[in-house]
């Protein structure tokens, strides 16, 4: 009553302006038979009033194109226009749900995946590639859609599918994925804080491609946690660190599968399986054959006795290892009690950079202890990223590591620290006594075949006067240590440039000694 007070002869006014050339209302007319786009267009832009996504674009231009391209006909005619559509918009989406960003949308997410899926299967089909190809998938891989030309190369009655085989797998695989141990892997793209499609490393994209392929080849049936195992070591068993790289990972994974019928693949741990691999492994000399190798040993260990599958899972899920374990598969050493908890304490939080972690220094001072007289080293590089740590403890240090892992329940690392005595040219001995070198260097250890015979710490990546002669160091600060009432090393080292040599500190305060730099 009060309002109808209030609009009295009002309404009038309202109409007429309905009337005017400067209406504040406005309706777009969209001609669906002249676009030749069927009601579900109409009812996506109705129910809410905004402009299609580039996913919608995407989809509504790849069904015009199965329904027009004369070898999909019959594909089309089967049934699976139809199926595409009802799924895309029900089923598949619900597998994105749960990454969906702030504003309830997961438009992005899905186009991404597809992107993602043609491209892997792009760069390992045969034939010239095409720049702009990697260009839209790749570098543009965020940026508006706006043409289906390029993607007409990539769409055939194949590719569609698989596409459809791994999103209809996916529907049933989903609760089994977080399964695997690598740490922050998403098989499903993801929202950043501020509502942009996160990018994808290369190694979580040759996961993807082979997660894809086992979901297109088997389905959900047979060993998928088995493959999973295996796929995950192959793909983060070290840095991929350029698209060429990239490339040529998943072409091995594609090798791998393809040796493969669907029956070993679903028992990838069966001796017609491993008998397939042995023979890719003996044919190739790159990283990718000799992870493949040590994959090979670990399930011929796990059909020997299924009840170190579990360890196994354990040892490799470990950050500065990260699926490569060869230093781990002594026989003898996977016998030692409590193995994993035991190098989970050694080696701390995981942390990018050693002279971050007072732990990790402690064990690379307790391995070089441990290392033969003998042990020489014209470029040993520890204090570096975890593909490094992987590298060099399953290679240079590969032996003194498993030592230690073998006595500890004897000694501490602290004990065999302490018992390492001087020895003459002894360029270990400062690295093993003082923490304060691996704070202060690059962790680069050179050898440089001059009068001095001298090996180097490198301050930076590149030798420069800062650099640490360790022989000589050595020396000093073991007098030092004798010339000490109560016995210490140093604490901090501050290089001169001035003066050419280095202020090495002892405690808090301000008390230092001078090391001469010896050029």
């Not at 093993?432 to 680069?444: A, F, N, R, V």
């Not at 001035?498 to 010896?518: A, I, L, M, T």
Request: charge should be negative.
């Amino acid at each position: 009553m009060v309002l109808s007070k209030f609009f009295n002869g009002f309404e009038e006014k309202l109409f007429d302006r309905l009337f005017i050339n400067d209406c504040p209302i406005k309706f777009y007319h969209l001609d669906l038979l002249g676009i030749k786009q069927s009601d579900n267009l109409y009812v996506k832009m109705n129910a809410r009033g905004e402009q299609l996504t580039s996913f919608e674009n995407f989809k509504a231009d790849l069904v015009g194109y199965l329904s027009k391209k004369d070898d999909l006909k019959d594909f089309v005619a089967l049934g699976n226009k139809k199926y595409i559509l009802k799924k895309w918009d029900v089923d598949w989406t619900d597998l994105f749900w749960n990454e969906r960003g702030k504003e309830d949308g997961v438009d992005d997410l899905f186009f991404t995946f597809i992107k993602r899926f043609l491209l892997n299967r792009y760069i390992t089909s045969d034939g010239e590639k095409d720049v702009m190809i990697y260009k839209i998938l790749y570098d543009d891989e965020q940026k508006e859609y706006t043409s289906f030309k390029l993607y007409e190369s990539l769409i055939n009655e194949s590719c569609i599918n698989d596409l459809i085989a791994v999103l209809h797998n996916l529907k049933n695989l989903k609760a089994i994925l977080p399964l695997l141990r690598v740490k922050e892997y998403n098989f499903f793209p993801q929202y950043d804080e501020n509502g942009n499609v996160k990018s994808a490393t290369f190694q979580d994209r040759v996961m993807m491609y082979g997660i894809c392929l086992y979901l297109q080849k088997v389905g959900n049936k047979g060993s998928f946690n088995q493959w999973l195992r295996v796929l995950s070591n192959l793909s983060y068993y070290n840095e991929i660190p350029s698209f060429k790289e990239y490339e040529s990972r998943l072409k091995f994974i594609n090798i791998i599968v393809d040796i493969l019928d669907i029956t070993n693949l679903q028992n990838v741990y069966s001796k017609d399986a491993l008998n397939a691999w042995v023979d890719i492994a003996d044919n190739g000399e790159t990283e990718n054959y000799t992870q493949l190798k040590e994959e090979i040993v670990k399930v011929k260990k796990i059909n020997d006795d299924e009840k170190i599958e579990e360890l196994l899972k354990n040892l490799e899920s470990l950050w500065i290892l990260s699926g490569r374990i060869d230093c781990l598969l002594d026989d003898d050493l996977l016998k030692v009690k409590n193995l994993y908890e035991i190098i989970s304490e050694l080696i701390g939080e995981n942390s990018r950079y050693l002279y971050n972690s007072e732990k990790l220094i402690l064990l690379f001072q307790a391995i070089l202890a441990v290392t033969k007289d003998d042990f020489a080293t014209s470029g040993l590089k520890i204090n570096d990223e975890h593909d490094n740590f992987r590298k060099i403890l399953n290679g240079e240090l590969k032996e003194p590591f498993q030592n230690i892992l073998k006595n500890l329940n004897n000694k501490f690392l602290e004990d065999i620290i302490g018992e390492y005595k001087y020895k003459d040219n002894d360029w270990k001995y400062a690295l093993i006594k003082d923490k304060s070198l691996w704070k202060y260097s690059y962790g680069k250890i050179g050898q440089h075949w001059d009068d001095t015979n001298e090996y180097y710490l490198y301050k930076g990546t590149n030798r420069n006067d800062a650099d640490i002669p360790l022989i000589a160091y050595s020396k000093f600060i073991k007098e030092q240590y004798e010339k000490e009432d109560v016995k210490r090393f140093p604490t901090k080292i501050e290089y001169q440039k001035e003066n050419r040599n280095w202020k090495v500190y002892y405690d808090d305060d301000d008390k230092w000694v001078e090391f001469p730099s010896c050029s």
